[in-house]
């Protein structure tokens, strides 16, 4: 684990506590089936009281008795969940909802919290907003999810983040130095960096 990361969401994490506002979730462990095949280890290390897990084993077949075992943890610990594209297993796992693009899951009902979402330009970032969400825009720096991909960089990140006129959170390529560069980053999520 990136313990540069770390201490950055700690100092973040005060500063929000002093300006009184919201008290979530700083770093975010995205799973991901083919990077970070058994999430619990990493999630069993997550700061307490700092981290929260989006769940993203989406096409894996056993993912609902993984949900059920990161649910646990994460209850047991004190982590924030939320699930990507199946509101269904959110609803059995007590967890909110990871969207895309901000978008809620076909079928998910209203009541159900959208948590998270993926953002990736300003329009998708302005409509996470409105459905309650923490956006990650990403990528913000080449990540091994997506290799020979560029990110947005922090000039990019930063335009985005001013358009939007709002708090914002990144992915992609977040490391403890990485994320310093960026301007009013309140959120990080990330794989590599929290393993």
Do not use: Y
């Not at 943890?73 to 969940?81: F, H």
């Not at 990736?120 to 302005?126: K, R």
């Not at 560029?150 to 914002?168: E, I, M, N, T, Y």
């Amino acid at each position: 684990m990136d313990k540069r990361l770390v201490g950055w969401a700690r100092a973040v994490k005060s500063r929000q506590r002093w300006n009184g506002r919201a008290r979530g979730a700083v770093l975010w462990l995205f799973t991901d089936a083919r990077r970070l095949p058994d999430p619990l280890p990493a999630v069993a290390r997550l700061p307490r009281g700092l981290a929260g897990v989006v769940l993203r084993h989406d096409e894996a077949p056993e993912r609902a008795a993984l949900g059920r075992a990161v649910a646990r943890l994460c209850r047991r610990r004190g982590l924030a969940l939320a699930v990507a594209g199946d509101w269904r297993l959110a609803a059995a796992l007590r967890a909110g909802l990871h969207l895309r693009g901000g978008r809620r899951p076909a079928g998910a009902p209203r009541w159900m919290e959208a948590v998270t979402s993926s953002v990736h330009g300003v329009a998708e970032l302005l409509r996470a907003r409105r459905m309650g969400a923490l956006a990650f825009l990403s990528p913000v720096f080449p990540t091994a999810s997506h290799p020979g991909g560029a990110g947005l960089g922090p000039c990019r990140w930063g335009l985005a983040v001013r358009r939007s006129g709002g708090a914002v959170a990144a992915l992609g390529g977040m490391t403890g130095d990485s994320v310093r560069r960026l301007r009013g980053c309140v959120a990080a999520g990330a794989i590599g960096g929290l393993r």
